[in-house]
């Protein structure tokens, strides 16, 4: 069966300083995706990025920042120079091989940035 | 701009009552797919329909729940009869695994039963 774990439930920080959300997968499955998503106080879940476990390459997104390591089963989202737009909660989620059907998603690590 | 939209956005119903909500996937997407949030439980699959046929719907609570696709733009969860236990935010997530893009999801049904 397939698992997400985001052992950080809540971080808080101060503008401007780095923040690394963790999140540590389990699967039999050797092709697979993962996924981060955003859920901001409105309450939408925004799509932020989504990786196949073939692709181990780190990938950066303006500020964001995703470190993919297949032999630890971790998939870990920086956000350099946070900012308080950035205050959300956090999903990472793993799908089974046919692409993005049947999302498992960890339990989010809620971001709270201060001015 | 294209996006899934829900509605309602919020509903309270009382206990007994029929609760139905929509979804209006993206259009030519062709999996849709129902997601339930709780403080409890985080987010889970209620169902998903691929083409309109339902592939999957082990999440739900199949005495009280359904979910259909009537057209291709139109997917519908209904709760009858609704319980407390009910509250949550219902997501819709629509897609379309030719390219293997991402799900979109909807802003959410809020429903509330008390």
């Known amino acids: 069966a397939q698992k997400v774990t985001q052992a950080q439930t809540e971080i808080s920080v101060v503008e401007k300083e780095d923040v690394t959300l963790d999140c540590v997968y389990e699967?039999?499955?050797?092709?697979?995706?993962l996924f981060w998503y955003k859920q901001p106080p409105s309450g939408e879940l925004v799509f932020l990025i989504r990786?196949?476990?073939?692709?181990?390459q780190n990938e950066i997104s303006g500020r964001y920042s995703w470190n993919f390591q297949k032999s630890t089963s971790s998939f870990n989202f920086t956000i350099t120079a946070s900012q308080v737009v950035d205050s959300a909660v956090y999903f990472c989620?793993?799908?089974?091989?046919?692409?993005?059907?049947?999302?498992?998603f960890g339990k989010g690590t809620m971001l709270l940035v201060s001015p | 701009d294209a996006r899934v939209t829900q509605t309602p956005r919020h509903k309270v119903t009382e206990m007994g009552q029929e609760v139905t909500m929509r979804c209006q996937p993206i259009?030519?997407?062709?999996?849709v797919f129902w997601y339930r949030q709780t403080m409890m439980q985080g987010l889970e699959l209620l169902a998903y329909?691929?083409?309109?046929?339902?592939?999957?719907d082990s999440g739900m609570p199949k005495d009280r729940f359904s979910a259909e696709m009537p057209d291709a733009t139109l997917a519908t969860l209904k709760i009858q009869p609704s319980e407390p236990r009910d509250s949550a935010v219902y997501f819709c997530?629509?897609?379309?695994?030719?390219?293997?893009?991402?799900?979109?999801f909807g802003q959410g049904t809020r429903l509330t039963v008390v």
């Open positions: 259009l030519g997407h062709n999996t």
């Open positions: 990786r196949n476990s073939f692709d181990e």
């Open positions: 699967t039999r499955d050797t092709t697979y995706y």
């Open positions: 989620a793993l799908s089974e091989p046919s692409g993005y059907s049947t999302l498992t």
């Open positions: 997530a629509s897609g379309n695994p030719v390219g293997s893009t991402e799900a979109f």
């Open positions: 329909f691929r083409n309109r046929a339902p592939l999957d």
